[in-house]
């Protein structure tokens, strides 16, 4: 039987991290084919103030992997931020692929119930999961993956909507 909480997360995270994962390929063959070093694709920001490409990877999937973690009481992996090179962020994000796919709809039970606190440098937030999931979780997923997307779009990788979206309904 399929959870609600399960079907409107890890699916979508899943589909986001993969669709994330061809724009940065793209990025990568982009950067090749122009002799650009594959270390400045990787910290390019969109303005001075803003955190570079690896770390907008980086952050999209500590909130799909802790997304999953928090609404199933459990506790996530731990994925160092030390990612150099397109390779590795290729590794990253296929592990956190990995870590979602591995839970099942019936470990997010109560999860639309459950307690969730998040601290970050700057605040601490108190959620139930349902609010987590539409409030936090989502939003911040898509924010860096859309932003890894305009890094890279910006620096003039060949890239669309639709390489952004991957296959709909189909």
């Known amino acids: ?55 907008q990877v980086q952050i999209a999937t500590d909130h799909a992997k802790n997304g999953c973690a928090r609404l199933t009481g459990t506790d996530a992996p731990s994925f160092p ?6 390779d590795e962020l290729r590794a990253r994000i296929a592990r956190c692929i990995a870590y979602v796919e591995s839970f099942d709809a019936a470990q997010f039970d109560g999860a639309d119930a459950r307690p969730i606190h998040v601290k970050t440098r700057t605040t601490e937030m108190n959620f139930n999961g349902q609010d987590y999931v539409t409030n936090y979780a989502l939003p911040n997923l898509y924010f860096h993956a859309s932003i890894a997307y305009a890094i890279l779009r910006t620096a003039g990788v060949p890239i669309g909507k639709a390489d952004w979206l991957g296959a709909v309904g189909r």
Do not use: C, W
């Open 1 to 55: 039987m399929s959870h609600p909480m399960h079907a409107f997360t890890a699916p979508v995270f899943v589909r986001t991290l993969r669709n994330l994962q061809h724009v940065l390929d793209a990025g990568q063959a982009y950067a090749a084919e122009k002799n650009i070093a594959p270390e400045v694709m990787l910290q390019t920001r969109l303005i001075p103030d803003m955190l570079p490409l690896v770390r």
């Open 81 to 86: 931020d030390e990612e150099t090179t397109f």
